[in-house]
């Protein structure tokens, strides 16, 4: 069955450092892969969407790479900041059929002043 | 513009009541989403709506009903609420249903079942 995995454990890192999420994927060949960012107590918001023909994508300091090879999607922020901390969800969505998102269960990022 | 908004914010039931759960957009957006997240299984889709008058299982449907009478709302309806239906449930839209399309979320209900 398809399987989504973010790591559940809480990254912790220092303010102005680049934080790295990972999002690996299994049975699954994604034509787009989405992230989200999640507040507590709230919903999602999109924060960037990758095609497969692409291996980068940059928004102001956020850089999402896709690698269809290794299954696997990293998100980055640079010169992260404590705003910065949230929850960060992957989905993926096929070419065809079912119109709709699979979500990852989401990394915790807690950035340190 | 409100986006996706939701009601009610929270609820609790007791085993085996009924109730409905109202989402509405305000982007004119053909597709339209019910997710139920839980701690640790991320978001699943219970139920989706392509259009105004249509509905469609999702990856959870089971124990929920959903309408699309209007375009602009869904309703999410538990018949016989189970404690296993105590959730966060998420509506949200994308004005087409195709994976480049972002999702735009509501600010969710959270549903307790005694």
């Known amino acids: 069955s398809q399987k989504i995995e973010q790591n559940s454990e809480a990254l912790n890192i220092q303010e102005g450092k680049t934080a790295t999420l990972t999002c690996n994927y299994t049975?699954?060949?994604?034509?787009?892969l989405q992230w989200y960012r999640q507040d507590p107590g709230r919903g999602p918001v999109f924060l960037l969407l990758i095609r497969e023909n692409e291996k980068e994508k940059r928004k102001e300091r956020l850089k999402v790479t896709f690698d269809t090879t290794l299954k696997q999607s990293l998100f980055h922020i640079t010169a992260s900041q404590p705003a910065d901390s949230a929850t960060y969800l992957c989905?993926?969505?096929?070419?065809?059929?079912?119109?709709?998102?699979?979500f990852g269960s989401g990394t915790r990022l807690q950035v340190q002043p | 513009n409100a986006g996706v908004t939701q009601t009610p914010k929270f609820r609790v039931l007791k085993t085996g009541q009924s109730m409905t759960l109202l989402c509405a957009q305000d982007?004119?957006?053909?597709?339209m989403y019910w997710y139920r997240q839980d701690p640790g299984m991320g978001l699943r889709l219970i139920h989706y709506?392509?259009?105004?008058?249509?509905?469609a299982k999702g990856e959870v449907p089971d124990g929920y009903n959903v309408s699309r009478l209007k375009k602009q709302n869904f309703l999410l309806g538990l018949e016989s609420a189970a404690p296993s239906q105590t959730s966060v449930y998420f509506c949200?839209?994308?004005?087409f249903g195709q994976g480049d399309n972002e999702q735009f979320f509501g600010p969710g209900t959270r549903l307790t079942v005694l």
């Open positions: 709506s392509v259009g105004e008058g249509t509905t």
């Open positions: 982007m004119n957006h053909e597709y």
């Open positions: 949200a839209s994308s004005y």
């Open positions: 049975n699954y060949s994604p034509a787009y």
């Open positions: 989905a993926l969505a096929p070419d065809t059929g079912r119109r709709a998102l699979t």
